[in-house]
């Protein structure tokens, strides 16, 4: 008879298609002690190998990434059941293309080709065969567009019309069922394999605990988790075959491939309709011609789209979303970050938490000045695009962004302008402007002739731009202003200012670099189940995985409490709602932080108990700790915080980010001692004011970040996984 106390699991990754993924290397880890218990690689069915371990025993699953070979958690499950099938999915994409030998020119479409000539330069080729100077240097690898030499031969792409034209609309989120109750078959003959493969919400398969059956039920149970591991084993046969590319050969010797295109038979492209999805797509395009920050799909998405096909992918341009356009543009979320550049990017005034204190219609000269609460999101991306056209197109003049010389200036910035307190009336730099220094061959350069080159060759060419305010154009200050006063001369100035009123949402504005940059485009389309799309990206993989949480926190309702007792001692009572909830959101999220990076253990009591990290824990005697969280009366929780813990959970588990990012520690320097103020409190704290990470008002603030030593230790961006049917505690 089998053990009851231990669970025994068959576990299958499987591709955001559903498709096994064989030959993946995997690790198997047990959560609390880190120990690997099973590695090698998946067979042709994804399975690794049957793991029996005790019942409550929590596994971490690794896969292999394909980009840098590291070994990425794609999953952690709770050992929970006598019998488990489990399905993971892995953010590696299987596609089943069969590539056969070369079969000369009997193919559909033979290749062609260009041979360089005398006086030929890559754009001058383009330009005869209606392609692009970026398809060119892409498919021929050229690492050197201005090194190409007579008699060389240039391969031309194969241009695949985009025939689709799909709506993508926002469809309210589905309700999420409650597991099954496990079903115990009545008689033998009542196995089926149908019944046997379904799974829950998360994939896992159970058969129930059994413990209390007699020896029959036990081997019916027995027998359908056999014939459960068969049906994995077997859907290897059952891969739907994604088709990708043209039938096509070339004089030459590149291989023909046996897969008519998919967008042939199913095209998915997307080029109408109003989503969140577009809405991302469009903030991105800001820096690809002017994109404004919509929800729909208009004739300028489209414009914008093919500028970014042309110059980035360097594909023929189609205007449509495809699955190619969203990888790519994923590609160029991380070939262009825009950290390094950030660090003046805060309000340096001292009187505000680096971006502003929220007032809103402050008569300033002529304007009216709003604070908004951040940088809005499509300068940032405007930066990133300029500095692509910089470093490739116009790489020749040897020019880049330096960093942000000029970024938030709130009103009480404005009072103090110079030293003789001039006033200065400008709003645009309250969330809308931003002003650039810019580097040559590396050192910052304030020739007036680089500055006008960048405004005139790229942002008003590339973007749109313009040095004559125009309603929902990209502005430009200039070198010199119609009355006479001189203007932007050793630097760029560029703003949104006459965008439209409704493109100044609240939620346009961000304070740090992963808020500004957003979610994956790939997670999205995750998330959304629109998995169609994708159709035609071929091989897909989530780099670095900053934003598809793969990686996961488990919380039981102990931990749920735990978490309560440490924020009822740490956060200031605020009057002001706004301040109480970010303040309280941001010591939630450093203890979930802290148990996900293990360096103070692995569990939430381990975190709330490290020595001297939380005063009313186990801080100095004089505070009068509890000496451990376990020790705080469960009556002392607030139904204040009670609440506040309980929703905001329930937000983080349905996908909220956190509101500190992957950060570990707070101070407050207003009430520590001058030895660690001058050790580190205040350069963690003007660090923190950099990067909008201040959480209250005056004196009453947790300044959050990471001191230097713990960055590596940061985690990744992990779900949380309540209990089942969780509702509060």
């Known amino acids: 008879m089998t053990n009851s106390k231990k669970s025994l699991a068959t576990i299958q990754v499987i591709d955001i298609f559903g498709s096994p993924i064989s030959k993946a290397q995997y690790e198997v880890k047990n959560q609390r002690t880190g120990q690997v218990i099973a590695a090698g690689a998946t067979n042709s069915s994804g399975c690794i190998v049957e793991i029996s371990r005790d019942k409550g025993t929590i596994l971490d699953v690794y896969i292999k990434s394909m980009f840098g070979g590291l070994m990425v958690k794609v999953q952690s499950f709770s050992m929970s059941r006598d019998r488990m099938l489990v399905k993971i999915t892995s953010p590696k994409v299987l596609l089943d293309l069969k590539t056969l030998t070369n079969q000369g020119n009997s193919g559909q479409y033979k290749r062609k ?154 095209p998915q492209c997307i080029d109408k309709g109003n989503s969140e999805l577009i809405r991302e797509i469009n903030i991105r395009l800001a820096g690809f011609g002017g994109a404004l920050p919509s929800d729909e799909f208009t004739e300028l998405t489209a414009k914008c789209i093919r500028q970014f096909q042309q110059d980035y992918m360097g594909v023929e341009p189609t205007g449509k979303i495809c699955g190619n356009f969203l990888v790519a543009l994923d590609k160029f979320y991380y070939d262009y970050p825009v950290s390094g550049f950030m660090a003046k990017a805060s309000c340096p005034c001292g009187q505000c938490a680096g971006y502003g204190n929220n007032r809103r219609g402050v008569v300033s000269g002529l304007n009216s000045a709003n604070e908004y609460p951040g940088i809005h999101r499509s300068l940032i991306w405007i930066l990133k695009a300029l500095n692509f056209y910089l470093k490739n197109e116009f790489k020749a003049k040897k020019l880049e962004v330096g960093y942000i010389a000029s970024g938030y200036r709130c009103i009480e910035n404005n009072k103090g302008y110079n030293e003789s307190k001039e006033k200065r009336t400008t709003v645009n730099h309250m969330g809308l402007a931003v002003d650039l220094h810019i580097n040559k061959n590396g050192v910052r350069t304030r020739e007036l002739s680089d500055m006008e080159f960048i405004r005139q060759s790229v942002l008003s060419v590339k973007m749109g731009a313009s040095e004559v305010r ?201 009430y520590s001692d001058s030895k660690n103020r001058k050790q580190w409190v205040d350069a963690f704290h003007d660090e923190a004011v950099k990067k909008g990470m201040i959480l209250g008002t005056g004196k009453a603030i947790h300044a959050h970040g990471t001191v230097s030593e713990l960055k590596g230790k940061m985690p990744k961006p992990f779900a949380v996984i309540l209990p089942k049917d969780f509702k509060g505690v």
């Not at 077997?234 to 967008?263: M, W």
């Not at 802290?594 to 001297?612: C, I, P, T």
Request: net charge positive; hydrophobic share 30%; charged share 20%.
């Open 113 to 266: 080709t260009h041979i360089v000539k005398k006086g030929e330069t890559l754009t001058s080729i383009a330009s005869q065969n209606h392609t692009t100077f970026r398809a060119l240097e892409l498919l021929n690898k050229i690492d050197d567009p201005n090194k190409i030499s007579i008699g060389q031969v240039i391969k031309l792409p194969v241009n695949i019309p985009a025939e689709g034209s799909n709506s993508h609309q926002d469809k309210p989120k589905p309700k999420i069922p409650s597991a099954p109750k496990p079903k115990v078959p009545q008689t033998p003959t009542s196995k089926s394999p149908s019944k046997t493969t379904q799974q829950t919400k998360a994939d896992i398969g159970i058969l129930g605990t059994l413990g209390d059956l007699g020896n029959n039920a036990l081997e019916q149970a027995n027998d359908l988790y056999e014939e459960g591991k068969k049906t994995f084993n077997s859907a290897v046969g059952s891969i739907t075959k994604i088709l990708t590319v043209d039938d096509r050969s070339q004089d030459g010797g590149t291989p023909k491939s046996n897969a008519p295109n998919l967008c042939k038979t199913n």
């Open 470 to 670: 125009t309603k929902n154009k990209i502005y430009l200050e200039p070198k010199k202003f119609s009355n006479g006063k001189a203007g932007a001369k050793t630097w760029v100035h560029y703003d949104i200012t006459y965008f439209e009123n409704k493109y100044f949402n609240d939620k346009f504005f961000k304070k740090n670099t992963q808020d500004l940059n957003g979610n994956m485009l790939i997670a999205i389309i995750q998330n959304s189940n629109n998995l169609n799309i994708l159709s035609c990206s071929g091989l897909v993989n989530v780099p670095k995985v900053e934003n598809s949480l793969t990686d996961q926190l488990i919380l039981t309702a102990d931990d749920i409490l735990n978490i309560m007792k440490v924020t009822e001692t740490e956060v200031i009572k605020f009057k002001t709602e706004t301040y109480f909830q970010q303040q309280a959101a941001g010591v939630v999220d450093t203890i979930m932080n802290r148990v996900k990076s293990g360096v103070w253990g692995n569990s939430v009591s381990s975190v709330a108990n490290a020595h001297r990290q939380f005063s009313k824990m186990t801080g100095p005697a004089n505070l009068k700790p509890y000496g451990s969280v376990q020790n705080m009366p469960t009556s002392a929780v607030s139904a204040r915080i009670r609440s506040f813990v309980n929703q905001y959970l329930i937000e983080r588990a349905e996908g909220k980010k956190s509101i500190i990012g992957q950060n570990l520690n707070y101070a407050n320097k207003y």
